[in-house]
């Protein structure tokens, strides 16, 4: 097929309507819609594991009065979380079903619970002067683990969110995004066969936690809105007590 808008006018399709289109395969070929409409190979699970180990890691590396129990506890269960899920899908995210779209949000979950008790702890222990950070470098390190963490664990968020997650991109059904990239805009500046990856979606999460707001992906839906405000406003606190703490230590 031609791939012209119907009337006998022969006019390119703009990728405004792509998702209209999609529905519609008596109108238009696969080959005439952007890459991310299109059905994909799924992405693979390294950077992924990567992402999670190094978070379960930090979490490890945090005081134990800022966790949740024992500090072991939640990053084992990311890890064995972890492990289960590489299980299911070793190299590529190929299959899918509830049980394991269920333990890849637990994981997430877990991540950002941990995350957010050690947040809550450090900000207390800075408001009430404790001795544990009287010190720059503990100061420094401790902040800089929870900043980093907090992108890890909302760059998974945004990735397993997005249009339904991995899956679903991946077989071209999600067809109304919620995160908008500048590709997605303007396709012409991209190849024809380009999707949002996991480290697109990390970028994303280092960009909004470190500028606390959107830069050039814009959030569509209230979810990921909300999302967004949330890890702002996370980085705001946990950032700007940190560098106000420092100030006034190093000026002592």
Excluded: C
């Amino acid at each position: 097929m031609s791939g012209d808008v119907p009337g006998g006018h022969n006019t390119p399709i703009n990728h405004g309507v792509a998702a209209f289109l999609r529905g519609a395969h008596h109108l238009v070929d696969d080959a005439q819609l952007p890459g991310w409409l299109r059905p994909h190979q799924g992405e693979h699970r390294f950077p992924v594991m990567v992402a999670v180990a190094l978070a379960a890691v930090l979490q490890l590396a945090l005081p134990e009065r800022l966790s949740l129990g024992p500090r072991w506890i939640l990053p084992s269960l990311e890890l064995a979380l972890l492990v289960a899920l590489t299980v299911a899908n070793p190299l590529r995210l190929v299959r899918h079903s509830r049980p394991v779209r269920a333990m890849a949000l637990v994981l997430v979950a877990a991540i950002t619970l941990g995350n957010a008790i050690s947040a809550i702890a450090f900000i207390v222990d800075i408001l009430n002067g404790n001795k544990s950070t009287s010190h720059a470098s503990t100061l420094l390190r401790v902040g800089a683990e929870i900043y980093l963490t907090n992108i890890i664990a909302f760059g998974l968020w945004y990735w397993e969110l997005d249009r339904g997650g991995p899956f679903l991109r991946s077989t071209g059904a999600a067809t109304h995004p919620d995160l908008l990239f500048p590709q997605m805009a303007m396709p012409e500046l991209a190849r024809l066969d380009w999707h949002p990856r996991f480290v697109d979606y990390l970028y994303v999460s280092f960009t909004n936690a470190t500028a606390f707001s959107p830069t050039d992906t814009l959030p569509l839906s209230r979810w990921a809105k909300l999302l967004m405000a949330l890890q702002s406003a996370v980085s705001l606190a946990v950032v700007g007590l940190v560098i106000a703490r420092a100030v006034n230590i190093l000026g002592t």
